[in-house]
C-alpha cells in the first residue's frame, strides 16, 4: 500500500467497494468524519447520480466521485463548497476534493466535441474525452495564472479585488493569455491592474487552485517604478504596506498567502514558512 493520496485513470466503475466523494452545485457531501463515505453505502443513498469516475487511491484504497444531478437531503450529512474545506480541515482531504471537482467540472463541461459538436467518449486508461469523427482529444483544462509579490524594501504591494472579503487585500495576480511567457504576463498583469513596473523577477513555487482549474505560478518581484493607480472595477484598492503593519491577509493555504508570509519572514529572519501543495 502506498500511504497519501495518488490520483489514477485505472479504476473499473463495474468493480465494488472503496471510498467515494458525492458533490453537487452545494458542494460536497459530509458528515462528522468528513466527505469521504463508504461507496456503497454512499450509492444506497437517495442521491441523483449524473455520473461516477474513480480518480485515485488514498492510503492504497480506491476512491470515486459521484457527481451529482443536484443536492439532497442524506441523514446526518450536510452540504459545503470546496473553499471550506480550504480552510479548514485535512489538507489531504482537501486535495482529493479539489482534484475531484476539477475532474467532474472537465467531464461534465466536454461532453460533447467542440469541433463537430457529436457526443465524445471517456478514453479508457487516459483521463480525455474523445471524439472519433475528429480524432480530437480533450484533457482537464488548467489555466496558468501568474501571482506575484511586488516589494520595495520593507513594503509590499497589496491590493484588493471588490470580490474579497471586506477589508483583506492580497497579491496581484492574473490569468496568461496566449502568446505570453509567464514574465510576460506578470509584467503585463501588474501594470494593468496598478500601472506599476517590475524587475528581477524570481520565480518561488506553484499551487494547484481548482477554483475552478487555475494552477498558480509564484514570483517575488522588486518594484521599478510608476505610482499606484488602480484599475477600474478589478482593483477597488491598491497600497504600499509596511511589512510591520499588514492588513488582513488570504488564507493561510493560498500561494498568496506564502508569498507574503516568506517575504516577511526573510526580511526578519524568521523561519520560513512551507508552502502548501
Ligand atoms: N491561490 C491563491 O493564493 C490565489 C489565487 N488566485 C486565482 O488566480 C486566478 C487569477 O486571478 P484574477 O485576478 O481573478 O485574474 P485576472 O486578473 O486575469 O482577472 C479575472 C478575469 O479574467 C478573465 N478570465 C477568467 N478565466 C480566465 C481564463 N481561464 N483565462 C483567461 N482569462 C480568464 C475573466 O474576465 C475574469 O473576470 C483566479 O483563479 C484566482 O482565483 C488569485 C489570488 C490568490
Ligand atoms: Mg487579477
Ligand atoms: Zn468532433
Same mark, same amino acid.
Given at each position: ?45 437517495? %442521491?441523483?447520480? #449524473? &455520473? /461516477?469516475? !474513480?480518480?485515485?487511491?488514498? @492510503? ?6 459521484? $457527481? ?103 497579491? %496581484?495576480?492574473? #490569468? &496568461? /493569455?496566449? !502568446?505570453?511567457?509567464?514574465? @510576460? ?6 501594470? $494593468? ?85
Amino acid at each position: 500500500m502506498t500511504p497519501g493520496w495518488i490520483t489514477t485513470t485505472l479504476l473499473d466503475n463495474d468493480t465494488p467497494g472503496g471510498l467515494a466523494v458525492a458533490r453537487s452545485r452545494d458542494g460536497f457531501l459530509h458528515d462528522a468524519n468528513g466527505p469521504l463515505f463508504p461507496r456503497e453505502w454512499l450509492k444506497r443513498q437517495d %442521491l441523483s447520480v #449524473f &455520473a /461516477e469516475h !474513480g480518480i485515485g487511491h488514498l @492510503d492504497g484504497e480506491p476512491v470515486y466521485l459521484l $457527481e451529482l444531478n443536484a443536492a439532497s437531503a442524506v441523514p446526518g450529512c450536510s452540504w459545503q463548497g470546496l473553499r471550506g474545506f480550504l480552510l479548514q480541515g485535512d489538507h489531504t482531504v482537501y486535495k482529493v476534493l479539489g482534484y475531484a471537482a476539477q475532474i467532474g467540472t472537465w467531464a461534465r463541461e466536454h461532453r460533447f466535441c467542440g469541433s463537430c459538436g457529436q457526443a465524445m467518449v471517456q478514453v479508457p486508461r487516459e483521463r480525455a474525452m474523445f471524439c472519433e469523427a475528429c480524432d480530437l482529444r480533450s484533457y482537464p483544462r488548467i489555466s496558468p495564472s501568474m501571482i506575484v509579490l511586488v516589494t520595495r524594501g520593507d513594503e509590499v504591494l497589496l491590493a484588493r479585488s471588490p470580490r474579497f472579503v471586506p477589508g483583506v487585500y492580497s497579491t %496581484l495576480a492574473g #490569468f &496568461a /493569455e496566449p !502568446g505570453e511567457s509567464a514574465e @510576460d504576463c506578470l509584467i503585463r498583469e501588474v501594470r $494593468e491592474e496598478v500601472q506599476v513596473e517590475v524587475r528581477n523577477i524570481q520565480y518561488m513555487g506553484s499551487q494547484c487552485w481548482p477554483f475552478p482549474h487555475s494552477m498558480m505560478l509564484g514570483f517575488h518581484a522588486e518594484y521599478a517604478g510608476g505610482d499606484i493607480v488602480p484599475q477600474a472595477d478589478e482593483i477597488e484598492d491598491a497600497q504600499w504596506f509596511n511589512i510591520h503593519d499588514l492588513p488582513p491577509l488570504p488564507a493561510s493555504r493560498s500561494i498568496a498567502r506564502y508569498l507574503i508570509d516568506l517575504y516577511v519572514a526573510r526580511r526578519l529572519g524568521h523561519a520560513e514558512p512551507v508552502l502548501p501543495g
